[in-house]
């Protein structure tokens, strides 16, 4: 099987071509893994669930692991661009060979079994039969939607990390933070390490009434048992502002910790990502992490796709700034408002951001815009998602109070192009809404997977 059969097929699974139920096919993926021998067996390390923050606080513990001298497989959902991006071992992505000969082996099983699963089934399945082939026994999963529904759950990993709590795929979790904090902390199985990130209080409370049905648990807690401070030390050229967190957690008080993703809210992911780190060493399952090592990997932390910059882009004729930020959620959107703001005001452009937006159907379009300047030129489109809305659809939700121009567009490139047309030479654009959206456009500007 080759690579792109395995994309083929795979967009055949997100079609759901025989209407089974989801109950059905979530189900499955515990068969699944038995079918294939329990891949899975021997792995130990961390499930990131959450609503905001999973990639960039796996990201983070990635880096923190390997300089404890171990090697790490991860699983981060979505991918942006390609596949293999699911599956990295020390943060990078697998090769296109590598990926199909697991995928390979997952699809084998599920036509030999007859074991229909969701596509996040196979994604998680696959990672295990290739950690299984690589040799790597430890791994930091992202949960894709909810908590225990999740297929990443089914790994068994004993340190679960809940980073926070907001509305969003509400259809499939409730509509209220209650009901969604209980979706994702119902990963959480008996004897667990549990990490909580900063909650609201409906979200805390609900999380502590289900841990309380759990037992053997160790609960490290953001502003109780973990604490951070930050602060800015300088500038490093373009990229911004240089910050320090100093993170204190039961096990160890970690100082002068470099983060090199921008915002605020990275500090928070950071300390989450240590306190979860320092959860796995507590666990045996990984030494102590090198000071010496540690600052540096921290420091050479990416995550594309999360107020990522390419300053120097090109589209065709058009040169330019574009902004990439993968917000998927009115929550999301708010907390990065303020970077993509500063953005704006260093732009050297004579108007205004044109921002790029497209979102699943399901999503709240006029308060994922709300954070931001209601006179910015939008351009609205649609991603090749078979979930995606159409511009049309996301038209009629917008805010009647929206008062720069708003134009349509097929397809993420003819997007990018409109938006260009409207910043001119040296202009800035935003592009938001969707992770998809967003590896689209790296794709139209030539980047290539990380």
Known sequence: MDYQRCVDILAKVHENPHGLPRPVRQANVSRLLEALGRPERELRGMLVVGTNGKGSTCAFAVSAVTAAGARVGSLPSPHLQELRERIRIDGVPVTRAEYAAAFAEVWSAIEQHGLPVLSQGVFATTAAVHFRRAGVGLAVAEASIGGSRAAAAELGLDVKVLTGVGLDHT????????????????????????????????????????????????VWRMDHEIRYTARTVGRDGS????????????????????????????????AVAMAAVDAM???????????????????????????????????????????LEGATNPQG???????????????GGSGPPVLVFASMHDKDVSGMLAPLPADWPLVLTRTDSHQAAAPAALHSHLSPGRQGPCLTAEDTPSAL??????AGPGGLIVVLGSLRLIGETRTALALQPV
Request: a positive charge; proline letters at 8%; aromatic letters at 2%.
């Open 417 to 422: 192009r409109r938006a260009a047309g409207i």
């Open 281 to 323: 060493a507590e666990r045996g399952h990984i030494r102590e992490p090198d000071n010496e090592r540690l600052r540096p990997r921290l420091a050479a932390t990416r995550w594309p796709g999360r107020l990522e910059l390419v300053p120097h882009a090109r589209l065709d004729g058009w040169t330019g700034r574009v902004l």
């Open 333 to 347: 959107v708010e907390t990065v408002a303020p970077e993509i703001r500063g953005h704006a005001r260093t732009d």
């Open 239 to 270: 990229r911004g502002p240089v910050t320090l967190v100093d993170v204190t957690t039961p096990r160890a008080v970690h100082r002068d910790l470099p983060c090199p993703l921008p915002g605020a809210h990275q500090h928070h992911n950071l």
């Open 171 to 218: 259809r499939l979790l409730g509509g209220s933070l209650d009901l969604i904090a209980r979706a994702k902390i119902e990963a959480v199985r008996d004897g667990d390490h549990v990490v909580l990130g900063r909650l609201a209080p409906e979200a805390a409370s609900s999380a502590e009434q289900v841990l309380r049905t759990r037992t053997g648990l160790s």
